[in-house]
């Protein structure tokens, strides 16, 4: 079935380091979102992106999206303890525009 | 606007025992739906509806019932609890194709 795997699992860094995830479809995906969710909270939309290609910024946050629509990424630049979380990317179902797939997060880590 | 509301925040449930957990949204969303998270794991489906009176199930639908009479509100309930269902629970809604917006969640551990 259609799948969205993303890595890594986690990444340490310190703080001022840079991070990135990488989140890659089984299928061609119409668009992509990304989410944050803080430690005990709940998921926050981050970015929608659509086009093929596609570069958006954010601050010390760059999202990209490949020319074939299977893959993205999000580098976060000279991370900030802000930044911790994890990280999800998320695509609709080919069968289901409101259904979206999700990987599995990055927990983004910053090392004492 | 208060977005998404969801209740309890925490909830403990005896094995076999049943509840509901509410959601309700003020932003006129025909999409709404259910998430559950366990630990190291990302969000999976149980049931979503895409306006009053259609409901559908997702990955996970099994040992849950939704129901959706209006459009604010989206209950989830949980007929016969089983440990397996210990886990956060997050309620979200959109337009279609549109960002998600989710609720505060509810921890709910099953004994």
């Known amino acids: 079935g259609q799948q969205v795997m993303q890595i890594p699992q986690y990444q340490h860094v310190q703080e001022g380091e840079d991070f990135t995830t990488y989140c890659n479809s089984s299928?061609?995906?119409?668009?992509i979102q990304w989410y944050k969710q803080r430690p005990g909270g709940h998921p926050v939309f981050l970015i929608q992106?659509?086009?093929s290609g596609e570069v958006k910024k954010q601050k010390r946050l760059t999202f990209q999206f490949g020319e074939a629509k299977k893959n993205s990424s999000l580098h976060i630049t000279a991370t900030q303890t802000t930044d911790v979380g994890t990280y999800f990317c998320?695509?609709?179902?080919?069968?289901?525009?409101?259904?979206?797939?999700w990987g599995a997060g990055t927990k983004l880590i910053i090392k004492p | 606007n208060a977005g998404v509301t969801q209740t309890p925040k925490f909830q403990v449930l005896k094995t076999g025992q049943s509840m509901t957990l509410q959601c309700a949204q003020d932003?006129?969303?025909?999409?709404m739906s259910w998430y559950r998270q366990d630990p190291g794991m990302g969000l999976r489906l149980i049931h979503y509806?895409?306006?009053?009176?259609?409901?559908d199930q997702g990955e996970v639908p099994n040992g849950y019932n939704v129901s959706r009479s209006t459009t604010e509100d989206f209950p989830l309930r949980l007929l016969s609890a089983a440990p397996s269902q210990t886990s956060v629970y997050f309620c979200?809604?959109?337009?279609?194709?549109?960002?998600?917006?989710f609720g505060s969640g509810t921890q709910l551990s099953v004994l």
């Open positions: 932003m006129n969303h025909e999409y």
């Open positions: 299928t061609t995906l119409s668009n």
């Open positions: 509806s895409v306006g009053a009176g259609i409901t």
């Open positions: 998320a695509g609709p179902y080919v069968v289901s525009n409101y259904q979206l797939i």
């Open positions: 979200a809604s959109s337009k279609q194709g549109g960002k998600l917006f």
């Open positions: 992106l659509v086009k």
